[in-house]
Each structure stands twice: as C-alpha cells, then as structure tokens.
C-alpha cells in the first residue's frame, strides 16, 4: 500500500509523493529553549520521530530540520530574572533538551539551526516583504499586513471577517481570537536589555513567527516537504509562517502540514502556563522508565488526544515489559522449529497497512501483539528453535525500528542479584520454601522477578 497523510492544509487524507523521489525534507518547530520541555512538548517530538522513523522504514531518506527557539519574550524575560547573558541562559535548557530526547530515544535531527545565528536571513525575508508592500513601518516595529497577503487564514479556515485589519499585535503569543498583524522585527526598547542586532532594517530582534521562515526555507529550500508541530502551533504560528514565505517568494512554502493532537491532563492542555505539566524529570524521578514514557506518548494515534494518567503509563510500563520478556524468550528458545513465516508474514503487512494509512499506530501495535501472542504460545509449547527464534527477533528489529522501545541499554543483572539467585536454587533444592520467598522478595525489591520454570527459575528485570 501507498502512504497517506493527513494534511491539514487540505483537511484531507493525501497520498504521499514528495518533491524528490527518495528524499523527504522534513520541519519541525523545536523547543523554546527557556525551560524545561513536558510531557505534551515530548508528545509533538514523538509524534514527529514516529512519522520520521516510518518515512525511513519506507526507504525514504529524511533530511530532518528543527529549530531552537533562543531569543523571543519568554527567553529573554528569563534570563534578565537570571541576571545572565541571554546564550548562557539557553544553552543550558539546550543542553537540557538534548538530553531529554536522547533519553526517550527520539532520534536526532540532522540539522538543529538557532534563531540568533540566522538573523541576516529573517531580515532579508523582512526585507523583500517591505519591498513588496506587505510590510510596514511603525515606531516599534515592522509588521506583516494581513489584508495584504490573499491567502490569509487558509491553513486554520480563517473567514475573512475574523481578519481584523489594521490592528497590531508585537507580543510573540497572543489572543488566538484575535486575528492581527503581526511583528516581523521589533525595535530595541529597554525590556529587551542587551539584546539586540545592528540590521538594515534598524537595531531590534526579530519576531518568532519568521524565525521559522528563515531557517526552515534556508536548509530544505522552497516549497520542501512536510512542516510539523502540535495542533496549537496551527494558528498563528504555521499561519503566519505560510504568509510570511508565500508573500515574500511569491511560491508555495510546504505540502504537506502534520500536526499532533494534545496531551491533555483532566480535561486541559498540559502546558506550562496552567501548570498542570510534568517534566520527563519529574516522572523518571517518581520511578517511572523513559521507555515506559515513550511507548504511552506513541501508542495513540496522533491526531487523537491522548489523556495523561500513571495508571496509563504503569500500563505502558506493563507492555513494554512484555515486549522485553518476549525478546528474553526468544534468545533462549530452543525448542523444536516450527515455521513461522505466515506468523511473520501477516502481523508485518497488516502493520504497514495500518502505518500506510495516515500512521495508525494503535492497528500497527495491534499486529505487533498478535505476533507476540501467538509466538508466546509456540513458546510456551517449545515450539521455536533458535533458527526460527532469528526470523521472529528480525521481525521484532524491523518494528522496533519504528516503535524505538525495545532498544534501551541491555539490562544486566550483578554479581549480587546471580548470587541470590543461586542461593534460592539451593533453598528450593533443600525444600526451605521459607528462605526461598525471603529470597524471591528479595529479588523483587531490586525490580528482579523471578519464574519458576521445568528447568530452573528464570529471571526477568522490571523497567522499575
Ligand atoms: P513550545 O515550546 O511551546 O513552542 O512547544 C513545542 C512543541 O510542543 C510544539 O510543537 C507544541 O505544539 C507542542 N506542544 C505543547 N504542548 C503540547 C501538548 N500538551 N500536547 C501536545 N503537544 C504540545
Ligand atoms: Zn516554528
């Protein structure tokens, strides 16, 4: 099957054909390196790994972009609070981010521009909208006339009546009701202290909106493939992108819009602003594994909310350890080899079916535990052996290839835990069925579960 995506453009299911045969250029809006990113940020990220990693799945090459947000309001309001040099200030939550999703194995971008080292591209982008009357001076700042660009409001269905022309907006967020121009340049004032740039256009920094302009069209030309974001970045920011790149190059900007629904936490948007947000931190410090994280934040369909509860994500955990405990099988398989090709052969093309059609993760998953299931029962009846046992984890790598959960560090037990363990073999061979529970809850406490099985106990890591 071919691939479909949902474009948000076109409110549609589009057939997927990019611009160059093999290779996709893909944007995605990265992080305001003013803090630390959340779960629901994460969920944007994953959103855009999963389409990424599928797109290589298919052979794609994919020539990946995402900015960092590191100088608009919220940066520079934080540092001066800080007291320090804006670049120190965002290079520590860079350094922050960075971490965070090798931590949840979000594969890494090719290329992360920064706005502050592409401010010569924003002003002749700025440029070429006053030269083309799009643009206007005032005394704060340069600003993008809506009225005066044709397509306005196209990507969120705007009406033209909620167009209000003529009125100004220079904050980077605002009302989303209301539907102005918007600050292309903004002129020094004393709020932004030592921040500014010398331009031909005047002393002052740029707006966020055209950072992404700038830095998306300079590294995957234009139009390139497919933009991404979370549903909120839809209106003003991809809007407003759209308008800026169109109006300025007189050419389309991008194909294909992919936007992720929300994480939400009862009822609401997680989001900094209500507070109702949990770090990666906050949860791996309360015990909970990133890989548990990652496979709750991709198990839903991404255009779908996705509601965030622990009793989900123990759930999460719960799966993943099956997935694990599965692999832990297979490499100890050697019973006798029945074929499983038909096994293999159905669960692989239903789960490209379900990714073909608009990344249907949650069908995908479900063909990826029907192989499960019914490899654990030839399992359970010793009948997988090793060369069989090779095709069934081939398969598993090539899911996992997308899904990314069965790759975290090898679990390794200590010389303390195999010396238990051993201990309570001897308890058990000796009958003292008390010692050997002592030691099981033991074992339990340092997250090791043990099986007894006809050939000794076996022993599995929970993730915690
Ligand atoms: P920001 O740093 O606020 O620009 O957000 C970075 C990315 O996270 C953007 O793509 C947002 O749309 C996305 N995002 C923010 N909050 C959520 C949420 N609760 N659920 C899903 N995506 C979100
Ligand atoms: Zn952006």
């Known amino acids: 099957?071919?691939?479909?995506?949902?474009?948000?453009?076109?409110?549609?299911?589009?057939?997927f054909k990019p611009i160059k045969e093999k290779t996709v250029s893909l944007y995605t809006c990265g992080p305001t390196v003013y803090n630390f990113a959340h779960l629901g940020n994460f969920r944007a990220y994953i959103f855009g790994d999963i389409l990424k990693r599928y797109l290589e799945y298919k052979g794609y090459k994919v020539k990946h972009v995402m900015n960092l947000t590191d100088v608009d309001d919220k940066t520079i309001s934080n540092s001066q609070k800080e007291g320090i040099p804006l670049n120190e200030f965002t290079s520590r939550y860079e350094k922050y981010f960075f971490d965070d999703i090798k931590t949840l194995n979000i594969k890494p971008a090719g290329f992360y521009p920064r706005a502050t080292e592409h401010i010569k591209e924003m002003v002749g982008i700025t440029k070429k909208l006053l030269r083309k009357g799009i643009a206007y001076k005032t005394a704060d700042g340069i600003y993008f006339a809506i009225s005066k660009f044709k397509g306005y409001g196209k990507l969120a269905g705007l009406e033209k009546a909620q167009l209000k022309t003529g009125a100004r907006v220079s904050k980077d967020e605002y009302d989303k009701e209301n539907v102005q121009d918007f600050a292309l340049w903004k002129f020094w004032?004393?709020?932004?202290?030592d921040v500014a740039w010398e331009t031909e256009i005047g002393r002052g920094r740029p707006g966020w909106h055209i950072e992404c302009s700038a830095m998306s069209t300079k590294y995957l030309g234009q139009p390139f493939d497919m933009h991404t974001g979370g549903i909120d970045l839809?209106?003003?920011?991809?809007?407003?992108?759209?308008?800026?790149?169109?109006?300025?190059?007189?050419?389309?900007?991008?194909?294909?819009?992919?936007?992720?629904?929300?994480?939400i936490v009862e009822g609401r948007k997680m989001s900094k602003s209500l507070r109702n947000f949990y770090t990666l931190r906050d949860v791996i410090e309360k015990g909970h594994s990133a890989r548990a994280v990652r496979y709750?934040?991709?198990?839903?369909?991404?255009?779908?909310?996705?509601?965030?509860?622990?009793?989900?994500?123990?759930?999460?955990?719960?799966?993943?350890?099956?997935?694990?405990?599965?692999?832990?099988r297979l490499k100890e398989a050697d019973g006798k080899n029945h074929d499983t090709s038909q096994i293999i052969k159905k669960a692989t093309t239903e789960f490209e079916n379900a990714m073909?059609?608009?990344?249907?993760?949650?069908?995908?998953?479900?063909?990826?535990?029907?192989?499960?299931?019914?490899?654990?029962?030839?399992?359970?009846?010793?009948?997988?052996?090793?060369?069989?046992?090779?095709?069934?984890?081939?398969?598993?790598?090539?899911?996992?290839?997308?899904?990314?959960?069965?790759?975290?560090?090898?679990?390794?037990?200590?010389?303390?835990?195999?010396?238990?363990?051993?201990?309570?073999?001897?308890?058990?061979?000796?009958k003292d069925w008390k010692e050997a529970d002592r030691i099981r809850d033991l074992l339990k406490q340092k997250n090791i579960i043990l099986e007894d099985t006809g050939k000794g106990a076996r022993w599995r890591k929970t993730l915690r």
Not at 189 to 193: H, L, M, N, P, Y
Not at 304 to 310: A, D
Not at 363 to 377: M, T
Request: with cysteine.
């Open 189 to 193: 004032d004393e709020k932004d202290g």
């Open 1 to 15: 099957m071919a691939l479909k995506l949902y474009n948000t453009l076109t409110r549609k299911k589009e057939l």
């Open 356 to 430: 073909d059609d608009d990344l249907n993760i949650s069908e995908g998953l479900a063909s990826v535990f029907w192989l499960i299931k019914e490899c654990n029962k030839l399992l359970a009846e010793s009948k997988i052996g090793k060369q069989e046992a090779k095709k069934i984890m081939a398969a598993m790598r090539r899911f996992d290839k997308v899904m990314g959960v069965m790759e975290g560090k090898e679990e390794k037990i200590g010389s303390e835990i195999e010396e238990l363990i051993r201990e309570r073999e001897e308890a058990r061979k000796r």
């Open 234 to 263: 839809v209106f003003p920011h991809h809007e407003n992108e759209i308008a800026q790149s169109e109006g300025a190059e007189g050419k389309k900007f991008v194909n294909y819009w992919m936007h992720c629904a929300h994480l």
């Open 296 to 328: 709750l934040l991709l198990s839903t369909h991404y255009r779908q909310q996705l509601n965030f509860t622990f009793e989900e994500l123990e759930a999460a955990t719960k799966t993943v350890e099956g997935i694990i405990d599965f692999i832990d």
